[in-house]
Nanobody
C-alpha cells in the first residue's frame, strides 16, 4: 500500500531553519505530484508548497522566498527546506501525494517555532 512518512520536524527558534523530508513507498513516485500542507491548532489545513512530476513548483504567498520544495525521484523523497522561520509557521506539516486523481497523506510532523 502507499505510505508517506514525514521526518525532520522539531523545535527551532525564530529565524532558524529546518528541512522536512517525506519518503514515499508503494507508488510510482516519479509520476506523482507532491505537496506540503500545514495545520495549526484550531485552523484548517493549508497548502504550503507543491511540486509536479515535472518539477514545477508553487508556493503559498506566506512562505515565498523562505521555503523551497524539491524532490529526488531516485530516493522517492520530497523535501521542504524552511528558512527564516517565524512563530506563525508553527503547525503540523503533512506530505501529500496525488496520482491519477487519488490523494495520499502522511501522518504529519510537528514544527514549532519559538519567538
Amino acid at each position: 500500500q502507499v505510505q508517506l512518512v514525514e521526518s525532520g520536524g522539531g523545535l527551532v527558534q525564530a529565524g532558524g531553519s529546518l528541512r522536512l523530508s517525506c519518503a514515499a513507498s508503494g507508488i510510482i513516485f516519479s509520476y506523482t505530484g507532491m505537496g506540503w500542507y500545514r495545520q495549526a491548532p484550531g485552523k484548517q489545513r493549508d497548502l504550503v508548497a507543491t511540486i509536479t512530476s515535472g518539477g514545477t513548483t508553487n508556493y503559498a504567498d506566506s512562505v515565498k522566498g523562505r521555503f523551497t520544495i524539491s524532490r529526488d525521484n531516485a530516493k522517492n523523497t520530497v523535501y521542504l527546506q524552511m528558512n527564516s522561520l517565524k512563530p506563525e509557521d508553527t503547525a503540523v506539516y503533512y506530505c501529500k501525494g496525488r496520482l491519477r486523481g487519488y490523494d495520499y497523506w502522511g501522518q504529519g510532523t510537528q514544527v514549532t517555532v519559538s519567538s
